[in-house]
């Protein structure tokens, strides 16, 4: 089966693709998540860079063990 991962933009959170999720579920494998400091996250005291973001991803990635993935984003997703 195929996998998405739908990522928010600035000052977004994941639970914005609840009905996109819903939809896309019926053919993929549907993943979302939260980038540092958003959707009622910790905030780091380290300032938001797209590095920070692009770690995010690969931490995610990892502890759900996915290794191939469509990506969906939307301004800084």
């Excluded at 549907?30 to 920070?52: K, Q, R």
Aim: glycine fraction near 12%.
């Amino acid at each position: 089966m195929n996998r998405i991962l739908l990522l928010h933009g600035a000052i977004g959170a994941k639970d914005q693709f609840g009905v996109l999720q819903e939809l896309l579920s019926a053919d993929m494998e549907v993943h979302t998540m939260n980038f540092t400091g958003h959707g009622g996250g910790e905030i780091s005291d380290d300032p938001f860079t797209i590095d920070m973001f692009a770690r995010d991803i690969i931490a995610y990635l990892d502890s759900n063990q996915i290794v191939e993935v469509n990506i969906f984003g939307y301004s800084m997703g």
